[in-house]
């Protein structure tokens, strides 16, 4: 049999024939279309000879990092979220199997909606009088995940129970040592500021790891979220990460220049504002919100000790792609600022 693919991922014989016998329904020929790749996990569409739509998900073609595109690991917190309040699309089946596609992969239900990338797409897509709706809708997604017993719907071992932000802020002090590509002060103090100022680790659920709105599919006309997409980097920890996470990435009119960014979707205006969303979200989840800065501080940081191990790669050749280094630079001295200026007022 026939496996090569003329689509980059995809081994359309063999895949066709583990979905046949997986997935009950489905009618075959099938085809497959890129819906985002990179050195994140690849996501394809895929429509049957009928017109029934599924998206399957795999790791990267290369760059693979075994903790970053666990397939299995993936599937299963999706599948978990199933019967919960938070939006995930229905899962079907997940294939361990690489002699099927090179990768292990999973396929699960396509769900109609929009990603709000950033401003352009919401300024198009989401009616200026159902973006507060759509405002509660993300924080209300929110709560319902970190309220979420992990026990209950079985991820109660899908990370450490204890000790998240000082594993995280060690992690990434060490990434930073390593991955530098010169001294940046407000990197080396922000870090001594939030270890000083560690919280008392008060709350442990399961963490997304990167919620955000271009980690989500909405509804414009009711300005709901659909489904919760891109749970590579969820595990167990301090849910007030991804509130401080979900802040940094909520600019408003005027605040452009935040942390280096030009074009965040909640910047055209007409969502509720950072003070309302923290509110919401300690009403919906009764937990004390009065650290958010903290988590903000932490994030600011995080993301700056990341990108910087990006521009590292590139720099060294490790990624093939051109790219603005110039522009690069300027984001992680933005973000190390943010970061630095909110710590600095911690302990005031």
Known sequence: MNTTSEIPGIQIDTVTEWMVETIPGVNPPFSFSPIA?????????????????????????????????????????????GPTEVATPETFGLCTDVAVNGAPFYVMDFVDGVVLHDREITAEAIPMNQRKALSYSVVDTLAALHGADPDEIGLGDLGRRSGYLERQLKRWQGQWEKSKTRELVEMDRTFELLMDALPEERYNTVVHGDYRLGNMLVTPATGTVAAVLDWELCTLGDPLADLGYLLNNWILPGEDQIAGATSFPTSDGGFI???????????????????????????????????????????????????????????????AASAFDIASGLSA
């Open 37 to 81: 790749g990179g050195h994140s996990n690849l996501t394809f569409a895929v429509a049957d000879a009928a017109g029934r739509r599924l998206v399957l998900r795999r790791p990267p073609l290369t760059a693979v990092l075994a903790t970053a595109h666990d397939m299995e690991r993936e599937y299963r917190v999706i599948t978990a979220f």
């Open 273 to 335: 504002s950072r003070e309302e969303l923290i509110a919401r979200y300690g009403e919906k989840t009764g937990f004390d919100v009065e650290n958010a800065d903290y988590y903000r501080s932490f994030q600011f940081w995080r993301l700056a000790a990341i990108v910087e191990g990006v521009m590292s790669r590139y720099m060294k050749g490790a990624l093939d792609n051109e790219v603005d280094l110039d522009a690069f630079k300027i984001q992680i001295d933005a973000l």
